[in-house]
């Protein structure tokens, strides 16, 4: 398939075409925001409510939309509550449905729609690719979106984090005619989606109170292999094609870090910080593609990354140009602080897989310090349902300190708190610290090597923290 080869999808949205303003409930999430800023870039005047106002709401309000941060009916523009034609009210799931907002537009029968169900319709004018898995999806949705503009392939592409190289969560070109897309599986919202070429990264169980058990989330992934374009392509692990390989009009890829599959890496050192891989796909070998990025599990979406590409006919040397000059995802493995004697770290990880493959990462880059992890666990239901799993991967640090839960869309589970994983944990370093001590906790603290960890609002901490362990650099 070559670059030049893309059929120009468009299927006129009359309904997208001719809005003028859109109300964003839950504007502050990364996916919805991502949304808000390509509403924006159409024209439409976009109005929002978020409970908080972070640094991302602080820039999508310089870029001119309007943000109000506590639920009030009042705020909400006359000609959405009028159902005035040009209008349209996109809203999150993580949206507690106690919500006065979202009550007010539940009773005048104000049709609500989801953020995948949007993107899907978006998407419809596009040949999509989509990243779908429990982990890796932003990373490797970031990598294709760079990999295509670095290769002169126009692209859209709308991302679960903001790419270093981009400064964005979203990517826009006027000529574009291919989207990216970061499909999430949670509350089925990938099933949206009608991709012309898939990639999926993992299996590994998450979002159980959405799906009970991990038979369903795979039957949900398998119910999205079904929504690819005939003669389309899936691209996945060897060991989960067994799981999606139902049909017989797409074809099959399959990538890994070091088993021979059809794009692996056959030769993978580390020199200064940095891998460098031989890429294989079967037919030839792309030597020597240096990634400026840490973990072996991020040599592994690399190669997802290059096989989408090579699958689109590009250059495998632009394809390798384009891998060495990516940067990374803010709060992806973010190094802040990097001395002799003191590291700091920023990572996104929630899941216990997520975590111990950051913290083995961390461990292979710094085999002889002390690694110190302050982990926010992120929803009640997933800390309950995978308490073992976080109290054996977070056993990996030298030191553990554990926030409380962060709830976000959940009410409290009886019994289940932070101290339960500190209680499971192996390690002997180990506490639990209300986030208003934290500071002031680590002010006193021998650091080496400091991990933040969490998908909550942990990520508030990061400049106090840097701002607090760079007065220990200019000591040293």
């Not at 929803?379 to 976080?390: A, P, Y």
């Amino acid at each position: 398939m070559g670059v030049n080869q893309f059929n120009d999808n468009s299927t006129s949205h009359k309904w997208l075409e001719g809005l003028r303003l859109v109300y964003f409930l839950g504007i502050g999430g990364i996916g919805m925001s991502a949304l808000a800023r390509y509403f924006l870039a159409q024209g439409c005047k976009v109005v929002g409510y978020d409970k908080t106002k972070t640094t991302l709401t602080e820039q999508l309000e310089n870029e001119g939309m309007i943000i109000h941060y506590q639920e009030d009916i009042n705020q909400i523009p006359e000609s959405i509550k009028k159902l005035e034609e040009g209008t349209l009210v996109v809203f999150t799931p993580a949206i507690p449905t106690d919500n006065k907002e979202f009550q007010f537009f539940k009773k005048k029968g104000i049709r609500l729609h989801k953020r995948a169900e949007v993107l899907g319709l978006i998407s419809q004018n596009y040949f999509t690719i989509a990243i779908a898995g429990t982990h890796g999806k932003t990373t490797t949705s970031s990598m294709i979106a760079h990999v295509l503009n670095e290769s002169g392939v126009d692209c859209n592409a709308f991302l679960g984090g903001i790419s270093i190289n981009f400064n964005s969560n979203l990517l826009l070109n006027d000529k574009a005619k291919i989207m990216v897309v970061e499909a999430d599986e949670y509350d089925r919202s990938f099933l949206t989606l009608s991709p012309d070429i898939a990639l999926v990264t993992s299996l590994d169980a998450d979002h159980l109170d959405i799906y009970g058990d991990k038979n369903q989330m795979v039957a949900t992934y398998a119910a999205f292999v079904d929504k690819i374009k005939p003669a389309g392509t899936l691209i996945s692990k060897k060991q989960q094609l067994t799981h999606l390989n139902k049909r017989t009009d797409i074809n099959y890829l399959s990538y890994s870090v070091a088993e021979s599959t059809d794009f692996f890496a056959s030769k993978t050192e580390i020199a200064a910080g940095n891998y460098i891989v031989d890429i294989n796909n079967q037919t030839s070998i792309t030597k020597s593609v240096k990634l400026g990025f840490p973990g072996i599990h991020n040599v592994e979406n690399a190669i997802g990354a290059f096989a989408i590409a090579d699958v689109m006919g590009i250059d495998k040397q632009k394809i390798k140009s384009a891998l060495e000059s990516y940067q990374g995802v803010k709060r992806r493995f973010e190094t802040h602080i990097k001395t002799k004697n003191l590291v700091y770290i920023d990572d996104y990880a929630h899941h216990p897989s997520e975590l111990a493959m950051c913290i083995k990462s961390v461990k292979e880059l710094y085999p002889n310090k002390k690694i110190t992890g302050i982990f926010q666990p992120h929803l009640f239901s997933r800390t309950r349902d995978f308490l073992e799993g976080f109290a054996q991967s977070l056993s990996l640090l030298d030191e553990l300190i554990l926030l409380d839960i962060y709830p976000a869309r959940e009410l409290p589970i009886t019994g289940i708190t932070s101290q339960l994983i500190a209680d499971k944990a192996t390690i002997a370093n180990k506490c639990v610290v209300k986030k208003e001590q934290l500071l002031t906790y680590l002010s006193d603290k021998k650091i080496e090597v400091l991990l933040t960890l969490g998908a909550g609002d942990i990520d508030v901490f990061v400049q106090p923290i840097t701002e607090l362990l760079s007065k220990r650099v200019k000591v040293e």
